[in-house]
């Protein structure tokens, strides 16, 4: 591991003064934020990450977990995933997040693992973890060993001719069906970005996975309130029952009215180069009973413009049939 | 960027690159000087020679070294010790003596829980911690929570035969 400074920040503001004068947040930053240091410190000994200087941030006061002012919920970016995942509000009214998360890593990883650190994962592209192979994501322009490679954990969606690398995140698939808002404290003052927005396509810069600039530090995250009378559910599909990224999941939450479906929300996980969610597959459920064929045509429409690489082309029927299956779940 | 004087890590000298920290191990207080890259599990290991905690993986996958910080289990290979200066940490060597063995020590043994022993103490701290945790009663969700700690000699049925024997479970 590369030698590095350690600082404890006194507050946020003093965080931000130290991270912003990283050229950049993204891959190659030379100030990285320390939480709880389970995506980091394992890259750090691999050598795909090696900053100058590590901001600790785990004694600011970001990890608490609430009843936001508009009846939503307000989770600190220091929270652990264990207290949100066992959290008694996400429990009762954002199941599927609970669900998400308590279906990735260990019970220790979930102890150490933050909100603003699951949400800044980084992929579990062999190639990304490995420095003696080219990696357009890790260094830019040397190309990808994917695309003809072992891919079949990667991405179908999202991806370009110059990354497939799958987003590895639970949480954050759950979080997009909640309609989550990120928000940031960076060098220019505050602001919130939709979650929908917060994750970038790999196009030809797959080396920037999110929209954070020098500085930048996710302080918290919201999601609006529940939605009365939803039913929600985590569906992962994988290939151990326990401790294993997603081949494919789904985060679905749909309320009723009058034997019709008044409101749909999914979001899927493994498929894509950053969490996926299609409005109009939602939509086109949105008056209509629960049923097969109506699951299996929105199904169709989220998985639209799938692309697969040789060895994952199986995870397009598998994901349609995650998502149907756990759009049965919740309708039953 | 902020006061450096406000930095509550110090070198142990000016110009030098080890920090002063005091860990709290097994009860007792450790006054250190220690390289910003130790993990906790090289601490532990190399500078204390608390060798009971294993290097398996180093990267958060199998569970070998897992500890309790402030009541709690994580895999020490993947914190930074100077990070814990002033938590509480708890090792395998604060738990049970080979003369008083720990209930779940006694029942790992009682139940030949092991065959080459390597993950055996990863295996106990993540059972100890899981007596106090949201864990349901049967053997699936025993099997659930202990999935972070990996044995490859796969003793796994006496590993949550043992537990169980311990929660009063069947």
């Known amino acids: 591991m590369q030698s590095f400074e350690l600082l404890r920040a006194a507050d946020p503001s003093a965080a931000i003064a130290a991270a912003s004068r990283s050229a950049t947040a993204q891959q190659g930053a030379s100030v990285r934020f320390l939480?709880?240091?389970t995506t980091l410190v394992d890259l750090m000994k691999l050598g795909v990450e090696a900053p100058h200087l590590l901001v600790d941030i785990n004694r600011l006061p970001l990890d608490g977990i609430g009843r936001?002012?508009?009846?939503?919920?307000?989770i600190g970016a220091t929270a652990r995933n264990s207290d949100l995942a066992h959290d008694p509000i996400v429990k009762a009214e954002y199941a599927a997040l609970s669900q998400a998360i308590l279906s990735g890593a260990s019970t220790q990883l979930r102890n150490a693992a933050t909100t603003a650190g699951n949400l800044l994962q980084r992929t579990r592209c062999l190639y990304f973890r490995d420095t003696a192979t080219p990696c357009n994501k890790r260094e830019p322009g040397s190309g990808c060993s994917a695309i003809d490679g072992a891919n079949r954990m990667l991405a179908i969606l999202g991806t370009s001719e110059h990354c497939i690398a799958s987003n590895p995140s639970d949480m954050a698939v759950a979080m997009l069906a909640y309609d989550a808002m990120v928000h940031i404290q960076g060098p220019q003052g505050e602001r919130q970005v939709a979650i929908a927005d917060f994750f970038l396509l790999p196009g030809d810069t797959p080396d920037r996975e999110n929209v954070l600039q020098p500085g930048d530090l996710v302080t918290h995250v919201t999601l609006p309130?529940?939605?009365v009378g939803a039913r929600a559910a985590y569906l992962k599909l994988r290939d151990r029952v326990s401790y294993e990224f997603a081949l494919v999941s789904a985060a679905v939450s749909v309320t009723m009215a009058e034997g019709r479906m008044a409101s749909v929300r999914f979001a899927l996980g493994g498929v894509g180069t950053r969490p996926w969610r299609v409005p109009a597959a939602e939509a086109s459920l949105i008056g209509q009973p629960p049923g097969e064929a109506a699951f299996r045509q929105a199904a169709d429409l989220a998985l639209a413009g799938a692309r697969p690489q040789s060895q994952n082309g199986f995870k397009i029927e598998l994901a349609r049939r995650c998502l149907v299956h756990a759009l049965n779940q919740v309708t039953r | 960027m902020s006061d450096p004087t406000s930095n509550p890590f110090s070198a142990v000298e000016p110009n030098s690159d080890l920090l002063s920290v005091v860990l709290r191990i097994n009860g007792a207080s450790h006054a250190l000087q220690i390289d910003p890259r130790a993990t906790l599990l090289d601490c532990l290991r190399d500078t204390l020679q608390l060798t009971g905690t294993k290097k398996g993986c180093d990267h958060g996958q199998c569970g070998a070294c897992t500890v309790h910080i402030n009541g709690r289990r994580r895999n020490a290979c993947l914190a930074l010790a100077a990070v814990h200066e002033g938590d509480e940490i708890l090792t395998i060597e604060g738990v049970g003596t080979p003369d008083r063995l720990h209930p779940l020590q006694a029942a790992f043994v009682a139940r030949d829980a092991y065959q080459c022993g390597?993950?055996?103490?990863?295996?106990?701290?993540?059972?100890?911690?899981?007596?106090?945790e949201p864990c349901g009663p049967g053997d699936d969700e025993v099997r659930e929570y202990m999935s972070g700690n990996l044995c490859r000699c796969g003793a796994y049925a006496n590993i949550v035969a043992a537990i169980q024997d311990v929660r009063g479970q069947s």
Do not use: F, H, N, V
């Open chain 1, 35 to 37: 939480a709880g240091g």
């Open chain 1, 68 to 74: 936001a002012a508009d009846g939503g919920l307000r």
């Open chain 1, 225 to 227: 309130p529940p939605e």
């Open chain 2, 118 to 132: 390597y993950c055996t103490s990863g295996q106990i701290m993540s059972a100890l911690a899981l007596l106090q």
